[in-house]
């Protein structure tokens, strides 16, 4: 027998739909990107990696440091808890000024640099350069290729040495750090992958940082895992998946561990905001990717 739905019903219905929107927009843009922060952990076993090493990898990706949603307190926050985990590695994945107008005060670059450099880890702390930190200094992109954006200057002043398709040792692996794929626009980036090649030497695995997770397809199979930010897991992410990415692939590389033949990409979803202060499904992370045979 069919049921029948009076008007008050189906108003009822209606007004139950519409609160819950409420509520969602409520948490995803006054809870989740305010208040959350969770530590989401990813196991990974590279293809070759050495037995009887494991590596705890601390990443902090797109900060995106301003007053309200990431203030001084907020950040220091962040520093204490990767702390605790006590990484081997930790990795700075790059955006690290706001990239929205909604800020009521933006922090200056020498500040958030000297909060940063408060991280620590066995084998070092490094950082890369995302796309914002090109767009937001205006003679940085002014100058183009081979200009130092302020951002990096400020973290390398503070001990944090930034890699601009370069490598380091860290005690038993190499850290490679691939600058921006688009900080010059679209698809056009200070990244030179066969420069970072030219550096490796050896046979102890690398690991390589790139801000945008479509570099995932240029780099060789040399490389044991690569590092991304950029994504923010889509800021809004619904059963798995991600309405907007700002990658070629869209959901391929918009978060987590992926697994493409033996070749690991993992994507954090960050810290921070971009172009609207909402997350909803995909709460600010810190990353840690704990790495064994």
């Not at 705890?56 to 797109?62: E, I």
């Not at 590695?89 to 408060?118: K, W």
């Not at 973290?155 to 890699?163: K, Q, T």
Request: proline content about 6%; glycine content about 12%.
């Amino acid at each position: 027998m069919a049921m029948m739905i009076g008007r008050r019903g189906v108003l009822a219905g209606l007004g139950g739909v519409a609160a819950a929107g409420v509520i969602g927009a409520g948490y995803g843009f006054g809870v989740e990107p305010f208040l959350r922060l969770a530590v989401q952990r990813h196991r990974v076993t590279p293809a070759g990696w050495p037995a009887g090493l494991t590596l705890r990898v601390v990443l902090l990706a797109d900060l995106h440091a301003g007053a309200p949603l990431m203030d001084e307190a907020r950040i220091e926050r962040i520093v204490a808890e990767a702390n605790a985990l006590a990484p081997d590695l930790t990795l700075l994945l790059g955006d690290y000024g706001p990239s929205i107008r909604l800020v009521s005060r933006v922090l200056a670059h020498a500040d958030v640099a000297r909060r940063l450099s408060a991280l620590r880890a066995r084998h070092g702390v490094f950082a890369i350069n995302g796309n914002h930190d090109w767009w937001e200094d205006r003679e940085a992109m002014r100058i183009g290729r081979g200009a130092v954006p302020s951002i990096a200057r400020a973290l390398d002043s503070a001990g944090i040495p930034v890699l601009r398709n370069a490598v380091l040792r860290a005690g038993p692996v190499l850290v490679g750090g691939l600058d921006s794929s688009w900080a010059f626009g679209l698809r056009r980036g200070a990244d030179d992958v066969p420069r970072l090649m030219d550096q490796v030497s050896g046979d102890a695995p690398l690991l390589v940082m790139a801000h945008e997770p479509d570099m995932f397809d240029a780099v060789p199979a040399r490389v044991a895992a690569t590092f991304s930010g950029h994504t923010h897991g889509g800021q809004v992410r619904l059963m798995g998946w991600s309405p907007v990415v700002p990658s070629r692939h869209g959901n391929r590389y918009a978060w987590g561990h992926v697994r493409e033949g033996a070749r690991d990409l993992v994507v954090s979803g960050g810290l921070g905001v971009s172009t609207l202060p909402v997350r909803f499904g995909v709460p600010p992370e810190i990353t840690l990717v704990e790495m064994s045979a």
